[in-house]
Nanobody, 126 residues
Framework: QVQLVETGGGSVQAGGSLELSCTLS????????LAWFRQTPGKEREWVAS????????YYSDSALGRFTISQNIPKNTLHLQMNGLRPEDAAVYYC???????????????????WGQGTQVTVSS
């Protein structure tokens, strides 16, 4: 059974940094995509960044590019999102996601991902 658990959310002032982590338990799909999304109340889930599992290919949304870094620790089976220069508009619930066998679609599309964490809240005060 695949389980994704995010940690590392919290409150920070604008300009500050946070690192989110996601532990992937029971996930053995080595050829898929891993990603971070975020969501605020009343809005659709927004793609933040993706990484090709066990490869160096990474992609970022325009809002994340240059400020956020997605990475993974393969031996520990964890996914990370280092967020620097946080802005009030970055405040959201952040979710990690993993695709699986048969996943189709863009790495930036929520519909591609089969497994999701429960989310972790990030609050940024101005």
């Amino acid at each position: 059974q695949v389980q994704l658990v995010e940690t590392g959310g919290g409150s920070v002032q604008a300009g500050g940094s946070l690192e989110l982590s996601c532990t992937l338990s029971g996930y053995g799909f080595t050829s898929g995509w891993l990603a971070w999304f975020r969501q605020t109340p009343g809005k659709e889930r927004e793609w933040v960044a993706s990484i090709w599992n066990r490869h160096s290919d990474t992609y970022y949304s325009d809002s994340a590019l240059g400020r956020f870094t997605i990475s993974q620790n393969i031996p520990k089976n964890t996914l990370h999102l280092q967020m620097n220069g946080l802005r009030p508009e970055d405040a959201a619930v952040y979710y990690c996601a993993a695709d699986g066998v048969g996943s189709t679609g863009s790495w930036s599309s929520p519909s591609r991902y089969k497994f999701w964490g429960q989310g972790t809240q990030v609050t940024v005060s101005s």
